[in-house]
């Protein structure tokens, strides 16, 4: 056996879960900046930039199963292809369409701290499939959430500036979490029966194809150059392909609810990206907010 091998076996499933969920976590972190670049840079319409991201990312992760022998597990999975297309549904075209809706509505930082919660109502939905939530991991949960806001809030007045409806955005916002918890929650069964990878891969096809109709009636669709067809190859293959992937991978090693507060970390990605690519400032809120973060998740 080689020492590679032998390092795998020795590694429990609980760490390879956090792992798992720590790479989609640092790969969401990321999508703040490139979707950024192509809706206000750019000037292409949201929805339009979810549909490439979630398409490409299908295709993406597609061609990842066939080309590494997995396409078996893709049939193995699709027999449960009614709940995985309502999982993408739900998941991919619910939670992303209520974001966009949510920031027409309200500002940035009031959808971020709002769907950031998202974790929390992951640890309200676990108990309906037997997952335990003990008190000190909702501590931790509100510990992490309390980083979330920090950093949310460190740009001022001007990032509390509110939209025409801040209640109804509001709202749309706790859909966008509840879309993803549930997403979560119902995706742990169908991940423990078959294969992780597989079921995201359908998931995201499935909710990837729902944006293409909407995008169509708004008449969003637009000519990409170089620039922006390699933003959208990148949100497609990095945050959405191997992030969806890792994420379903993930819950086949660790409860929904302990992999849940990983999130968190895209908050402290997104914001030093923000920094380091776009000229924003961090301050003292981003240490107080990242170190309630980091001592949530332990």
């Not at 490409?56 to 022998?69: D, E, K, Q, S, W």
């Not at 809706?101 to 998202?118: K, Q």
């Not at 108990?127 to 000190?136: F, N």
């Not at 690519?277 to 003292?284: D, N, P, R």
């Amino acid at each position: 056996m080689t020492d590679a091998a032998s390092q795998r076996r020795q590694l429990s499933p609980r760490f390879i879960g956090m792992a798992l969920g720590l790479v989609a976590s640092v790969m969401w972190g990321t999508v703040f900046v490139a979707g950024r670049y192509l809706v206000d840079v750019r000037g292409l319409s949201p929805m339009y930039v979810a549909a490439l991201r979630f398409n490409i990312g299908a295709a993406a992760a597609v061609l990842f199963m066939v080309t590494t022998g997995k396409a078996a597990r893709l049939r193995d999975a699709a027999r449960e292809l009614p709940l995985l297309i309502a999982l993408g549904a739900i998941g991919i075209f619910g939670m992303g369409s209520c974001v966009f809706l949510s920031l027409r509505y309200t500002a940035s930082v009031n959808t971020s701290i709002i769907t950031n919660a998202n974790p929390i109502f992951i640890a309200l939905f676990a108990p309906l499939i037997g997952e335990r939530v003990p008190l000190v991991r909702v501590l931790g949960l509100l510990l992490g959430l309390v980083g979330c806001v920090a950093i949310s809030l460190q740009g001022g007045a001007e990032g509390l500036a509110g939209g025409n409806n801040d209640l109804l955005g509001g709202l749309i916002g706790v859909g966008a979490a509840v879309s993803w918890a549930a997403y979560t929650v119902l995706g742990k069964g169908v991940s423990n029966r078959r294969d992780g990878l597989a079921c995201a891969t359908i998931c995201l096809a499935a909710g990837g194809l729902l944006y293409i109709p909407v995008v169509a009636a708004t008449h969003g669709f637009s000519a990409l150059d170089g620039k922006e067809l390699a933003a959208a190859v990148f949100i497609g293959v990095g945050p959405s392909a191997v992030a969806m992937l890792s994420w379903y991978k993930a819950l086949q090693y660790v409860d929904a609810n302990v992999l849940g507060p990983t999130q968190y970390v895209a908050t402290l990605v997104a914001t030093v990206l923000g920094w380091l690519l776009l000229g924003e400032s961090i301050g003292t809120a981003f240490v107080i907010g990242g170190g309630a973060i980091a001592l949530g998740l332990w």
